[in-house]
């Protein structure tokens, strides 16, 4: 937090997002998962807004687990796709590893939420 507030008045946005994703990494693993949500919420707009996207893809990464644990599969899901392509793109095979669990696990939910929609929806039928 203290970098952020070194990074933010003097508007450099590549060490605000950088610190945003280590801050957002550290709240996920304390289990406070909605601050995490807009904490890493600020990293990707930071990123997409200076254009150095090498950053992007772990950013989506935790994204998309903050998005899981917030109780939004379809967020999570796009973001880790996202994340996915991205890596691929930039041939870093060691983040397309470490995304791909997570957007197994979001698919999963995806189709697990998609069953019980179906299922409450036949049953009112």
Excluded: K
């Amino acid at each position: 937090r203290r970098i952020l507030e070194i990074c933010r008045p003097i508007e450099y946005l590549y060490g605000c997002a950088v610190a945003e994703i280590n801050l957002g990494h550290v709240l996920l693993d304390g289990r406070q998962d909605r601050e995490a949500l807009e904490v890493l919420r600020s990293a990707e707009r930071s990123i997409r807004r200076i254009g150095t996207l090498d950053s992007l893809p772990e950013a989506l990464r935790l994204l998309a687990i903050a998005l899981m644990r917030c109780g939004d599969p379809q967020g999570a899901r796009r973001a880790a796709t996202e994340a996915i392509e991205l890596a691929r793109r930039m041939a870093n095979d060691t983040m397309v590893a470490a995304v791909e669990p997570v957007l197994t696990e979001a698919m999963t939910q995806v189709q697990s939420l998609s069953a019980t929609t179906f299922a409450d929806d036949s049953s009112t039928s």
